[in-house]
């Protein structure tokens, strides 16, 4: 299984994410910060437990986020 963590209080918008995430990752129109779709949100923060065939995809998008709010774990 894969831990997706978004500290959505730090994203600043750029849209890195869902360029190369598409499935998992879109813009939200009324704050303009990304959005982890399917996800649970505590405290500006999102969180997604999902399968393994979302970890590449994912790991790209933590890769390319310029203020390294995205984690992926797997365990
Ligand atoms: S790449 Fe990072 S900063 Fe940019 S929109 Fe996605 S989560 Fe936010």
Redesign the pocket.
Known sequence: MVRIT?Y?Y?????????EVAPDF?K?NENDG??DLIGSKTKNNIQMLITDDLSFDANMR?AE????S??KVEKY
């Open positions: 978004h959505r730090k994203c600043i918008g750029c849209a890195y994410c869902v990752w813009m910060k990304s998008a390319v986020c310029p203020v709010c995205i």
